[in-house]
């Protein structure tokens, strides 16, 4: 009876003792609140984290560092439920801010029994609730995964006549420096683009805007590497207005986030998104370019310049730079971009709570761009010496072929001592066919002279050297870190750029040179 008396008096008091701290716990499990006037609560408050620094800043820590669990203010008996407490707290607050929150159906008196399970289970179904609740708020009243979609379209360039139509009325622009760019009149071309494509019918278009970055992409990615590092300092004290990129280069998307999409579309997230698009949007610039140097192949053809020695060596190795650039985009997006899109979809719909949705999302833009070589500065500078050497054969090609498209230009057909009056009639006189054949003859000789030329002859050997070189390089880069982190994309990527066996004896020949210097360095130490 002593025992029994005791023991009751012993549950009243912890009872009466736990009654103010299970108040706090009440009124955060069940509202999303903290009111701690004392610090008795294990979880804390930070009220300098601010909910809208997280769509401006890349390591803004709001959704982690807001509310955090306080260890030595745990009793023991919540030891093992402080993670859901805290969360489902969190979800709650989130819900809160939206002015969604009614009256939880959870809400009851928690009190301490012996029966752990009592208070447990309260705190599960609390839990739960408060899982379900923001997780439709998000994906459901919210309409998270059509915004994902929307932005998959223009960041991920799924959406083709849109960035067919951006980049004909943009062209001009992008050939600026890009201090001299107008960001309202690319707002405007913008919206032009996105009204004449399909993209019209997405309901998110308009909350795509234009960005233009002080940085290129390799510094931006290299300032992203170097945080909390010693190279950070350095970074930092580069001025922007000293660094001169193009409009191309600095050219980019932004997107208009609102709270609380912004928790799974961050300015992290963005920044990742971003720094795919920059990606591949300039190699798809630079196919466009080579494109454009192709159809120059197709007038050379017509003027039955086909078996002429500048011809062959020069369009051959832009044949085999579209190869390189055509299979590259071909394997960001439809090996890396679309497979890893599906698999975050399919999570997607699994997931039992926001925390889930952060962590597939997070997975999937980290796997993108590990997969696109943008997490590999070593790899990432092969791409980008092979794109410049691209861009400026293509433009080396247009400048020295120029005459090529003016050939219906009637000056070709006028004997410049001729006086205007007298070419003029002259020129009237001549049919269709005669002027074409004049034209071809003056084209064809200007070709004849651009083929004997040495500079000309010796530019696209030099071209030739280093494009192979460096793609060679690109190879066997890929196959080391195919074969060390055992990444199968990337040798996906290998075989289609050697798809042929073209190189292979080139690689081995690499390979045999490197492991004979590493033999010598074992054998000298």
Not at 248 to 259: C, G, K, M, P, T
Not at 350 to 366: E, M, P, Q, R, T
């Amino acid at each position: 009876m002593r025992d029994s008396r005791g023991q009751e008096l012993c549950l009243f008091l912890t009872q009466s003792a736990c009654a103010p701290y299970f108040g706090l716990l009440e009124k955060w499990i069940f509202k999303g609140v903290i009111e701690d006037p004392y610090c008795e609560f294990m979880v804390e408050e930070h009220e300098s984290m601010d909910k809208a620094k997280i769509q401006q800043d890349y390591n803004d820590a709001y959704w982690e560092q807001r509310y955090t669990i306080c260890r030595d203010r745990i009793p023991v008996f919540l030891e093992l439920l402080a993670d859901k407490i805290l969360r489902t707290g969190k979800y709650l607050n989130v819900v809160r801010q939206c002015g969604e929150l009614s009256n939880s159906p959870q809400a009851e008196e928690i009190l301490y029994t012996l029966n752990a399970s009592q208070y447990v289970d309260q705190i599960e179904k609390a839990y739960n609730y408060a899982s379900k609740l923001l997780l439709d708020l998000v994906m459901e009243e919210r309409e998270l995964i059509p915004r994902l979609r929307s932005i998959k379209r223009y960041f991920l360039m799924e959406q083709g006549d849109f960035f067919v139509n951006l980049m004909d009325i943009i062209d001009e622009e992008m050939k600026k420096p890009a201090k001299e760019i107008i960001p309202s009149r690319l707002e405007s071309l913008l919206e032009l683009a996105l009204r004449t494509s399909q993209a019209n019918s997405d309901l998110y278009k308009d909350d795509l805007k234009v960005e233009l970055s002080p940085y290129d992409l390799l510094t931006h990615l290299m300032r992203i590497h170097s945080i909390e590092t010693r190279q950070e300092q350095v970074l930092q004290m580069v001025d922007p207005s000293e660094i001169n990129i193009s409009g191309l280069e600095a050219f980019s998307f932004d997107y208009v986030v609102r709270w609380p999409e912004s928790l799974v579309l961050s300015r992290k997230a963005l920044t990742k998104y971003q720094l795919i698009f920059r990606h591949l949007f300039y190699c798809k610039h630079v196919d466009r370019t080579l494109c454009n140097v192709w159809t120059l192949n197709k007038s050379a053809k017509f003027l039955l310049l086909g078996r002429s020695k500048w011809f062959v060596l020069a369009f051959a190795l832009c044949q085999r730079m579209m190869h390189l650039v055509q299979n590259l985009q071909y394997y960001m997006l439809f090996e890396v971009i679309e497979p890893n899109w599906h698999m975050l979809m399919e999570k997607l719909k699994k997931a039992s709570n926001i925390d889930d949705v952060l962590l597939h999302h997070s997975d999937f833009l980290d796997k993108c761009l590990k997969d696109c070589m943008l997490t590999t500065p070593d790899l990432l500078k092969i791409v980008s010496k092979l794109m410049a050497i691209c861009v400026t054969f293509a433009n080396f090609i247009q400048r020295a072929t120029r005459t090529l498209t003016v050939g219906n230009d009637s000056s070709l057909l006028v004997d410049v001592n001729t006086p205007r009056k007298e070419a003029k009639e002259d020129h009237l006189d001549m049919s269709d066919t005669e002027r074409r054949g004049v034209a071809t003859q003056v084209l064809a000789g200007h070709l004849s002279q651009l083929e004997s030329s040495e500079d000309f002859a010796l530019t696209v050997t030099n071209f030739d050297e280093n494009f192979s070189s460096l793609l060679i390089e690109l190879l066997d880069s890929l196959s080391i870190h195919s074969g060390t982190n055992a990444e199968q994309t990337k040798i996906n990527i290998t075989h289609q750029l050697n798809y042929n066996g073209f190189y292979t004896d080139m690689l081995e020949k690499l390979a045999a040179n490197r492991s004979m210097a590493a033999m010598e360095a074992m054998n000298s130490s």
